[in-house]
């Protein structure tokens, strides 16, 4: 049993050193952009009244469906998306070799939480390329109404709102102090292409980092009065936004950030610095 254990992780540890990850990787990223410029389209479309389908990443794939050759390009996107989540399970296992203690622990621990999400788009692109996507909401307050109802499920539900308002202003700091401009090489960085790149970055972030904060916000009061129909994903953070005042400007200020991120996703392909 050794013997194949460390088998096992030798054949991981390859892998994750291998160039042919490197593209796997980039292939991904291009698809995640994909998703995050529909996901910004249907946002402008609901700042501008358009109320049909979803501002998420499933009412992105549903959209791209709909597209002539959407069916091609689902399982594009799909394949894309179970390609980035290996890339960044392979780094949860095996990644971060340099650093130590809590901050190894702390990037291995997010690669996984990203392996997860990316797992979740990917199914979501294979039911709909195969027709069994659900056209119904995605659910969410019937998920909060359950986990509510287990011992101590109004704390948790709280302790997510909380997370994800942590999550939220990560990003949002994480775009001021250009953090994430490791992640694309020199050459990505300099001249006015790379100028262009870094503001991408940090409009992109800073929306990713907004929604979070929102979508944690509708968990938290969620939690604290015990409305589970308070909860929400992406979509009703973005309908939220929509009733405050001049929300169709905020809605598609957030939308340009979601696009920015986009395009930043295929800087990064292109560019690509593990």
């Known amino acids: 049993m050794g013997s194949i254990s460390t088998q096992a992780e030798s054949a991981g540890r390859q892998a994750h050193q291998s160039e042919w990850l490197d593209h796997a990787a980039r292939i991904g990223l291009v698809a995640?952009?994909?998703?995050?410029?529909?996901?910004?389209?249907?946002?402008?479309?609901?700042?501008?009244?358009?109320?049909?389908?979803?501002?998420?990443?499933?009412?992105?794939?549903?959209?791209?469906?709909?597209?002539?050759?959407?069916?091609?390009?689902?399982?594009?996107?799909?394949?894309?998306?179970?390609?980035?989540?290996?890339?960044?399970?392979?780094?949860?296992?095996?990644?971060?070799?340099?650093?130590?203690?809590?901050?190894?622990?702390?990037?291995?621990?997010?690669?996984?939480?990203?392996?997860?999400?990316?797992?979740?788009?990917?199914?979501s692109a294979l039911r709909a390329a195969t027709g069994s996507a659900s056209s119904g909401k995605n659910g969410t307050d019937s998920t909060t109404a359950k986990v509510m109802d287990w011992p101590g499920g109004q704390a948790i539900v709280v302790a997510v709102g909380l997370f994800l308002i942590g999550i939220g202003g990560y990003l949002v700091h994480r775009a001021w102090t250009e953090r994430f401009a490791k992640h694309i090489n020199a050459e990505g960085r300099?001249?006015?292409?790379?100028?262009?790149?870094?503001?991408?970055?940090?409009?992109?972030?800073?929306?990713?980092?907004?929604?979070?904060?929102?979508?944690?916000?509708?968990f938290l009061y969620a939690g604290l009065t015990h409305e589970p129909k308070k909860s929400g994903g992406l979509d009703q953070a973005l309908h939220k936004v929509l009733q405050q005042p001049f929300g169709p400007f905020l809605l598609a200020a957030i939308a340009a950030g979601l696009g920015c991120y986009g395009l930043f996703c295929f800087a990064r392909a292109r560019h690509f610095n593990d």
């Open 32 to 123: 995640y952009g994909v998703v995050h410029l529909v996901v910004a389209w249907l946002a402008v479309q609901l700042a501008m009244g358009e109320r049909e389908g979803s501002a998420d990443s499933k009412g992105a794939i549903q959209q791209l469906a709909e597209q002539p050759f959407g069916q091609g390009l689902v399982w594009a996107v799909g394949i894309g998306m179970f390609l980035l989540a290996l890339w960044q399970a392979l780094e949860a296992f095996f990644g971060y070799r340099d650093e130590e203690g809590f901050t190894q622990v702390r990037k291995r621990v997010t690669a996984a939480g990203k392996a997860v999400v990316y797992v979740v788009i990917g199914v």
């Open 190 to 218: 300099s001249g006015e292409t790379g100028t262009a790149y870094l503001w991408f970055g940090k409009a992109g972030y800073t929306a990713k980092g907004v929604t979070f904060g929102i979508v944690g916000s509708l």
